[in-house]
Every structure is written in structure tokens, then in C-alpha cells.
């Protein structure tokens, strides 16, 4: 467990709770409107930003651990997709 100097201050935490939600929110709906569009290369933007997303959910994940309240953590990737694809794709 971090010590009390490493810990984030409680507005800190709250942000970085408002950070994670925001992000796992935007990975969700990159992910679905991937299975929505047909235009290749929005497909390929949206790809990407939902790679980003999860990369930067696990970084705020990290951080999450130096909160000094803490929530359970949502799962940082939703894989369904109106194509039947995921991650893998």
C-alpha cells in the first residue's frame, strides 16, 4: 500500500474517477460505432482511439491504486461489436 505521502489527495481521486469513466465510456462507444460505420478509413480512427482508450485505462488504473477510497474498477474492455468481431479483429 502506497504511504500517506503517496496517496492522492481526494479531489485527486475524484478526477481520476471522473478520467476512468470518461475514458471507459468513449472505449464503449468507439467499439460499437466500429460495428456501424462503413467507411474504412472512420472504421481504422475509431480502431485506433479505442486502442488509445484501453492503454490509457490501464495507465489510470495504476494510479487508481494511490486513491484513498476506492471503487471497484468497471472491465476496461467491452469486446461486443454489432459485427460479432472483437479485440482480435
Given at each position: ?20 469513466n470518461m475514458k ?66
Open positions: 500500500m502506497p504511504t500517506r505521502a503517496q496517496m492522492l489527495a481526494a479531489h485527486e481521486s475524484v478526477d481520476l474517477h471522473e478520467m476512468l471507459t465510456l468513449g472505449l464503449a462507444k468507439s467499439k460499437l460505432l466500429q460495428g456501424l460505420v462503413f467507411d474504412v478509413e472512420l472504421k481504422s480512427l475509431l480502431k485506433k482511439d479505442a486502442e488509445q482508450s484501453a492503454q490509457a485505462i490501464e495507465n489510470l488504473q495504476r494510479l487508481y491504486a494511490r486513491a484513498p477510497f476506492q471503487a471497484p474498477v468497471p472491465p476496461n474492455r467491452p469486446t461486443p461489436t454489432l459485427d460479432g468481431g472483437g479485440e482480435d479483429e
